[in-house]
């Protein structure tokens, strides 16, 4: 899904949560979330290409042109991990809503990115592949 669909789909939770009184506390950290997720694109693309880019074009052309990606901040765990720890900072509930609202719309509408929900899976994948690679005699 592209920038600018999160950006409104968070827009519009945002202003749900204004109307159903949430704090400004919690309807900020939702919103920054669903968008600010994205940034673990930007070390992923690092790791790839050994550069650093803003550029949303080069960034999804080089995400869609790779059959494997690591952007943890989409994965399942660290969304689990981020529930787990509201308990001590309940704010941080928000980020986790607005984290699970986003992989939604991402694996709703970004066939790349559904792979990669689970970091266990993108691990066991790559393990996969670097095994089969290993055995080829050819
Ligand atoms: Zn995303």
């Known amino acids: ?6 950006i409104a789909v968070g827009a519009i939770i945002s202003a749900l949560m204004y109307l159903y009184n949430y704090s400004y506390t919690w309807i900020f950290l939702f919103f920054v979330s669903t968008i600010f997720i994205d940034l673990d694109h930007l070390i992923d693309f690092y790791l790839e290409t050994g550069r650093l880019t803003l550029n949303v074009t080069e960034l999804s052309e080089t995400l869609a042109s790779r059959r494997y990606s690591l952007i943890p901040l989409h994965s399942i765990e660290v969304v689990v991990f981020i529930m787990l720890i509201s308990y001590f900072y309940l704010p941080l509930f928000a980020v986790s809503a607005g984290f699970i609202i986003h ?17 266990l899976s993108f691990k066991i994948k790559n393990w996969k592949t670097d ?8």
């Open 1 to 6: 899904m592209k920038s600018r669909y999160h």
């Open 131 to 138: 095994w089969n690679g290993c055995n080829n005699p050819d």
């Open 103 to 119: 992989i939604y719309f991402d694996s709703r509408y970004n066939n790349n990115t559904t792979n990669n929900w689970l970091l």
